[in-house]
């Protein structure tokens, strides 16, 4: 957990260099008065370096993850409730019988 | 809906609980939310924390739902004295309160005195007319005395005012099918598909009611929600696959001599059947020839 949430620092470090760099590269290039097509090639490996850091961090540290099938066996609907409002209290539970010690103490 | 996750997760907290462990408190949480109907394991253990002076102080404000959830409890297992003190708790702290009210004209309903409750209710809804639950305790009451088409007028004259109530419905379409009033029923399931069009068992019934209904119309879409129902618990609903092929064999026999175009009909019976009988090996392998024998003879008499 503290390792994922490590590395997932670093990969956010590595990318915010990546950017420093590529402005940098900008800036050169506006001296030497060239097209800027796209940042240098180590600078692309390191841009998809730090992705793949920062998206193995956010897979790991967040924990386990819920299904969202809703029929896998975690989330499958058992019962549906007991429409507890239309309840009544005339049924056969009357003839059992009744735990005596069952009293409300004031 | 329960799903499984909770349902283990209540199945453990009661095992504790009933052994004698901590966690009495989340039980009846848990029962409160997941609206379940567990009166007695309720009366013992809600007891059990309130006769506790010092576990019922640690809850705090909770003391009070934890009384009105004991005293419906109480009402239900007919220990109506332990329902009588709770009430009376209550209506020293609240005295006022509407709730209370509704709780001692249910303490009237279950006593079996209707006509002091009929009038509790009628004084209770004179203050507050758009009371939802009191208008469903004239149902109930209706139908605990057994007058069940008056409990479906009054629950009709609920329905026109509060059309979303789910619950409502559900009772009303299970009214109907009690009374075998078919097509009403059916009405009261298309009501609670369209508004909770996620839950597979309101298919299931929808085409329970509709195969029971028969006809061609009917078995064709009967058979439409058996399948819906095989999409949305993805294919282990096993009285879903039993619908589709008895299902398929009866509109086959409605049409037999006519002409038969579609032939995905049988594609479907078949793969319903073949699941059954792959679910029956591993769960029942005893029972497998009786299936195998009665499959047989439905795709037969098609």
Redesign the interface.
Known sequence: MALGFAIGVFGVLILFHAAYSTIQYRGLLKITEEEFSGPPFNVVIELSLGLVLCMWAALTVPGKFLSI??????????????????????HR??V?P??MD????? | ???????NQLNRLESQVDNGGSGAWEYLCLVRK????RSDKV??HG?SI??NPSKRSALGPEEWTLYEQ?AVAA?????L??AK??IK?LQKKFPDSKRVGRLEALLL??K?SWELAEKAYSSLLEDNPLDQ?IH??R???A??QGNIPGAIEWLNKYLEIFMADH??W??LGEIYVSLQMYKQAAFCYEELILSQP????YHLAYADVLYTLGGLENLQTAKKYYTSTID???G?NTRALFGVCLCTSAIAQITKGKSKEEKEGAQVQSLAAKVLEKDYKQRAPDKLPQLTTALKSLTLSS
């Open positions: 099938h809703p029929d896998s066996e975690e989330n499958r609907i058992v019962s549906l409730p007991a429409n507890l409002d239309f309840m009544i209290f005339n539970g009357k059992f009744v735990e069952l009293k409300l103490k004031q | 809906m329960v799903t499984k996750t909770e349902e997941l609206k379940l109907r009366l013992k007891l309130l006769n004991v009402m239900d297992c007919q220990s004295d332990v003190d709770c708790v309903e279950a079996g639950t469903k305790r149902v109930a009451m139908k605990a619950d409502a559900r009772e996620t839950v597979p068992l949305l618990t993805g282990k």
